[in-house]
């Protein structure tokens, strides 16, 4: 079972390149999120969608965009890294609302900007 | 909004001691609570979760927590430490003005000593 899939697992940028952080998912889930986590943070949500076509902000949405055409797929785009960007970053789906299933997580993008 | 706050950034026990991880919320309304463990590079898995139908929660790997609500609090334990219980552990709850949100604590790393 693959389960939440993130793609790349590692990657570093300049600062004002663009990128896509890949997210897909193969259990069906509607649900779909972003986080970051930072050191002394915790995880904070970017972006999430509670179906295709959905999406909506998060706690710091500010320099990523989303996109849901299909269920199963999640990307997560950073318009013009920055520093400020450098972090792991995790996509997580459930079934339903997070606050009654079990979200699952991926297993991160460890993104560093220079 | 909801938040949680866990206190102890670094808890450490030795082997077979007793695990107590504190987390507590604050919110108007019984909240949806859960605690998520993340082992070095990987992603989050849930742990156990309270959805007001008991106050004491019984998860995986022997862990188990109590909802307090004169306390305002969810806290973690397990009898008797085990190496392989060293992780990250994080404490959450749903977003009360949307379900779809959950809100992460900033963490309790676990060492467990021999």
């Known amino acids: 079972n693959a389960g939440v899939t993130q793609t790349p697992k590692f990657q570093v940028l300049k600062t004002g390149q663009s990128m896509t952080l890949q997210c897909a998912q193969d259990?069906?889930?509607?649900?779909m999120s972003w986080y970051r986590q930072d050191p002394g943070m915790g995880l904070r949500l970017i972006h999430y969608s509670v179906g295709a076509g959905i999406t909506d902000q998060g706690e710091v949405p500010n320099g990523y965009n989303v996109s849901r055409s299909t269920t199963e797929d999640f990307p997560l785009r950073l318009l013009s890294a920055a520093p400020s960007q450098t972090s792991v970053y995790f996509c997580?789906?459930?079934?339903?609302?997070?606050?009654?299933?079990?979200?699952?997580f991926g297993q991160g993008t460890r993104l560093t900007v220079v | 909004a909801q938040s949680v706050t866990q206190l102890g950034s670094h808890v450490s026990v030795s082997e077979g001691a007793l695990v107590l991880l504190r987390c507590n919320y604050s919110s108007s309304v019984p909240p949806y609570l859960f605690w998520y463990v993340q082992y070095p590079n990987q992603g989050l898995q849930l742990l156990l979760k309270?959805?007001?139908?008991?106050?004491l929660v019984k998860g995986i790997n022997g862990f188990e927590a109590e909802f307090k609500k004169s306390e305002t609090s969810f806290h973690l334990t397990k009898p008797s430490a085990h190496m392989s219980d060293a992780a990250e552990y994080f404490c959450a709850v749903s977003d009360g003005d949307n379900t779809d949100k959950l809100i992460f604590g900033t963490g309790t790393r676990l060492q467990v000593f021999p």
């Open positions: 997580a789906s459930s079934r339903g609302t997070a606050a009654y299933t079990e979200a699952f």
């Open positions: 259990m069906n889930h509607e649900y």
């Open positions: 309270y959805t007001s139908a008991a106050t």
